[in-house]
């Protein structure tokens, strides 16, 4: 079974106040004060701004859109992070905007290598948001980033 995401992720009144213009936009609560946006066809129409997103080393990162990033970033730190799994294999990728500028990363894992979950790319940028590891459960899954298994499968937990 596999897994995949493409969100922003930061603190809940921080992403729902960025995200209040953006057309398509869902918040979906997390754990630990944190909620995602998940980064839908609509969603990535409606920031990018037609430039190769590539960039930062990202699949799906919209062109432009780590400027906007940077722009809500002078409220709090947000994190744009990347998934994809396949039978415990894949990748991720993260990075963590903060005050204005790039704070972390992007980091990433390389294709088909297992990598120690407590310092993912994903667990690392939770960490910049202020998410703390529980006992047995590293960051990812101490938010709740485990619930879903597809990107598109967030919205209908969404609030907004």
Do not use: C
Request: glycine content about 12%; aromatic content about 8%; overall charge negative.
């Amino acid at each position: 079974m596999g897994y995949t995401l493409q969100a922003v992720i930061a603190a809940d009144e921080l992403l729902r106040s960025a995200t209040r213009e953006v057309p398509g936009a869902r918040v979906v609560p997390l754990g630990q004060g944190l909620s995602l946006m998940p980064m839908t066809d609509e969603v990535f129409d409606a920031v990018t701004n037609g430039s190769d997103g590539g960039d930062l080393g990202f699949w799906r990162l919209p062109g432009g859109f780590g400027t906007l990033l940077s722009q809500w970033s002078a409220a709090g730190p947000i994190a744009y992070v990347e998934a994809e799994y396949f039978g415990g294999v894949g990748e991720q990728r993260a990075a963590v905007w903060d005050a204005g500028s790039l704070a972390l990363g992007p980091l990433d894992t390389p294709a088909k290598k297992r990598f120690s979950r407590p310092v993912s790319p994903i667990s690392q940028a939770l960490r910049q948001l202020g998410a703390q590891k529980s006992p047995g459960a590293d960051e990812f899954e101490a938010v709740g980033l485990d619930r879903h298994r597809e990107t598109d499968d967030w919205i209908s937990s969404s609030t907004s």
